[in-house]
């Protein structure tokens, strides 16, 4: 199969955004309230970077500590969005073919892809959209 047809097919086009200026907590927040695990980063209208739950993750001492949720916050408190995000991440064009976007996520360290028209962030592609319609439940 070639895969020919448009990331845009696949993408997320309902994509929640993070500004550049918000707090990690802000951000963990979005993150839960919207089920998501990737959050492009804006600046006005820029894409400034990109954040995932892993990314949030690293930060967390998890479960080591009994009291682990205060240690966590005040880490969150020290650190801003940008010095935990990924900026200038990879980016793949609306019009880009689906064997494109998943050649790059096949080689990297990471789960998505802003999409862009221009100059504009238009969806968002992530390793579980390709999964999906390898499967043939896109738009599930």
Same mark, same amino acid.
């Given at each position: 199969m070639a895969h020919t047809e448009p990331v845009s097919s696949i993408m997320t086009s309902s994509v929640v955004f993070a500004n550049k200026s918000d707090s990690l907590r802000k951000v963990t927040?979005?993150?839960k309230e919207h089920?998501?695990?990737h959050l492009p980063v804006v600046a006005g209208d820029t894409l400034a970077g990109i954040v995932s739950k892993s990314d949030i993750l690293r930060l967390s001492f998890g479960d080591v500590y009994e009291d682990q949720s205060e240690i966590d916050e005040t880490i969150f408190d020290m650190l801003t =969005?940008?010095?935990v995000m990924v900026s200038n991440p990879t980016t793949v064009n609306a019009d880009d073919s689906i064997a494109?976007?998943?050649r790059i996520l096949s080689r990297a360290e990471f789960?998505?892809?802003p999409v862009m028209k221009g100059n504009q962030?238009?969806?968002i592609v992530s390793t579980t959209d390709l999964i999906k319609y390898l =499967?043939?439940?896109?738009?599930?």
């Amino acid at each position: 199969m070639a895969h020919t047809e448009p990331v845009s097919s696949i993408m997320t086009s309902s994509v929640v955004f993070a500004n550049k200026s918000d707090s990690l907590r802000k951000v963990t927040s979005i993150m839960k309230e919207h089920n998501v695990r990737h959050l492009p980063v804006v600046a006005g209208d820029t894409l400034a970077g990109i954040v995932s739950k892993s990314d949030i993750l690293r930060l967390s001492f998890g479960d080591v500590y009994e009291d682990q949720s205060e240690i966590d916050e005040t880490i969150f408190d020290m650190l801003t =969005l940008e010095q935990v995000m990924v900026s200038n991440p990879t980016t793949v064009n609306a019009d880009d073919s689906i064997a494109d976007a998943a050649r790059i996520l096949s080689r990297a360290e990471f789960h998505a892809l802003p999409v862009m028209k221009g100059n504009q962030v238009v969806g968002i592609v992530s390793t579980t959209d390709l999964i999906k319609y390898l =499967l043939g439940e896109a738009g599930n």
